[in-house]
């Protein structure tokens, strides 16, 4: 394999590597697997009208506006199983909640955060 040939697939694993983290970071995932937003483009992202995710809450952070989720698979945000930090549209969600309750929420990806929209008790 020739020298330049090299170089060009080192650069497209780097490039590749560095996307994968940058978007590790923002979402606040702990495990890979998401895809691109509406239309492929990022922070259009959101859930088909009237699906709402299984989860149960970890963690609620007042300060931070912040819910830490643990939840199935959602197919119409291309997500696998996951424990995920999402920040809320409306702060009174986070007194709806405390850690351990099983709840059924929507999320949005707004500015480049995913970000619930909705939040209730699973029935």
Known sequence: MSTKMM????????????AIGAAAQQGGM??????QGVGGQPGMMQMQSGDMADGVIRKVD?????L?????????????????VYRVKDPAM?????PGDAVKFSMEQIGGQYTVTRIGAAK
């Open 7 to 18: 170089a060009v697939l080192a650069l497209g694993a780097s490039v590749g590597l560095a």
């Open 30 to 35: 702990n495990q890979g697997g998401m895809g």
């Open 62 to 66: 007042k300060d931070a506006g912040k």
């Open 68 to 84: 830490t989720i643990k939840h199935g698979p959602i197919p119409s945000m291309d997500m696998p199983p996951m424990t995920m």
């Open 94 to 98: 986070l007194d709806q909640v405390k």
